[in-house]
């Protein structure tokens, strides 16, 4: 995994919708969010992305490689500009398509991700997790009892509901999968 400095994939704080971390390997979080915004310093009720991504597009319908990234993952620019709503995910995620068209409900996760890393292979400059996740470790914290965004998120469910252990999302990790099979949200 790359070296990164003023990386910051996720901010301290999101309000109802606390994301994570302390640390991502090699990337320190801090409360700057600078050249590597997965949030903003304003993220409201569940925003996950940046300000607006108009129509709900994190990715683009021919994502090479299953990129969860935008099509250029560089320079730390892991998001599209425009972001709106608090929509990572669609309800239906296939075809390494991981934004639908249409999203509601702030989903981190689409309901069903077969086939799909949550990490690219190649991700340039900024990987938005490490090529390894052990011990069930999201961005560098440890996720325990299945607490994932933190100790309490309401109204806003980034991934299923209920966890197990340190499962992200299913109860198996193959290769960069970060994504389950099944996400119940």
């Known amino acids: 995994m790359l070296q990164r400095t003023a990386c910051n994939p996720l901010g301290k704080q ?9 640390q991502v390997a090699g990337c320190l979080l801090d409360e700057q969010v600078a050249a590597c915004n997965l949030l903003t310093k304003q993220v409201i009720a569940g925003n996950l992305l940046t300000k607006q991504v108009s129509a709900c597009k994190l990715l683009s319908n021919k994502g090479a490689a299953c990129n969860l990234l935008a099509k250029q993952v560089a320079g730390f620019s892991l ?3 425009q972001v709106s709503g608090c929509y990572l995910l669609g309800e239906q995620v296939s ?36 090529e390894q996740v052990n011990g069930c470790y999201l961005l560098g914290k440890q996720v ?18 209920q966890f197990a252990g340190c499962n992200l999302l299913a109860k198996q990790f193959s290769g960069c999968n970060l994504l389950g099979k099944q996400v119940a949200g």
């Open 14 to 22: 999101v309000a109802a919708c606390y994301l994570l971390a302390e």
């Open 144 to 161: 325990a009892a299945g607490n994932l965004l933190g100790q309490q998120f309401t109204g806003c469910n980034l991934l299923a509901k």
């Open 95 to 130: 075809g390494f398509s991981l934004l639908g068209e249409q999203v509601s409900g702030c989903y981190l996760l689409g309901k069903q991700v077969a086939g799909c890393y949550l990490l690219t292979e190649q991700a340039a400059a900024c990987q938005l997790l490490a």
């Open 79 to 81: 998001l599209s500009e």
